[in-house]
T-cell receptor
């Protein structure tokens, strides 16, 4: 069993839908990152969370440390949101433990 | 502002040939540097990371090596490539992953034939 699990693995949506991607982890962490990998391969960091909630535009990330769970929400989804979304946990070392990723496709 | 450069963007190499991928960071000092590999259809795998010049930690035993000859330069090498070395190689840097972001380079797509 992976230390960081994501669900779902694949997700399709119609433009405008509200999207939720879940991430659960089994290790103690000091922070959790959400990353976006574009179809061409480039990776962009979306959020770094250690508690609570963060919002950037249409993206919202939350984390519940007690439940060892984080969610990434996309409001009013758009085809340009199509990408692979990766959560990554930071244990007590300066390395990331990656989830397996969620492939999102948003259709017009 | 900080930027990270990685080259080449794509590379096709025969089995048994050597490899050298270079990564440089601008706009920050003493970053932690990372090499990741992503095989086709798979997740990210940490290969090496470095917290300072000459300090390299290897995560996965393999025929690859890494060096950090300067503070903001990180090199990934191999003496003899294997077919299984094909993949997408990403360099990244951060200062403290518990406090801030990890920044990724554009990646090198390596095909070993």
């Amino acid at each position: 069993k992976n230390e960081v699990e994501q669900s779902p693995q694949n997700l399709t949506a119609q433009e405008g839908e509200f999207i939720t991607i879940n991430c659960s982890y089994s290790v103690g962490i000091s922070a959790l990152h959400w990353l976006q990998q574009h179809p061409g391969g480039g990776i962009v960091s979306l959020f770094m969370l250690s508690s609570g909630k963060k919002k950037h535009g249409r993206l919202i990330a939350t984390i519940n440390i007690q439940e060892k769970h984080s969610s990434l929400h996309i409001t009013a989804s758009h085809p340009r949101d199509s990408a692979v979304y990766i959560c990554a946990a930071v244990p007590n070392t300066d390395k990331l433990i990656f989830g397996t990723g969620t492939r999102l496709q948003v259709f017009p | 502002s900080q930027t990270i450069h990685q080259w080449p963007a794509t590379l096709v190499q025969p089995v048994g040939s050597p490899l050298s991928l270079e990564c440089t960071v601008e706009g920050t000092s003493n970053p932690n540097l990372y090499w990741y590999r992503q095989a086709a259809g798979r997740g990210l795998q940490l290969l090496f990371y470095s917290v300072g010049i000459g300090q390299i930690s290897s995560e996965v035993p393999q025929n690859l090596s890494a060096s950090r000859p300067q503070d903001r330069q990180f090199i990934l090498s191999s003496k003899k490539l294997l077919l299984s070395d094909s993949g997408f190689y990403l360099c990244a840097w951060s200062v403290n992953l518990a406090l801030g972001t990890q920044y990724f380079g554009p990646g090198t797509r390596l095909t070993v034939l």
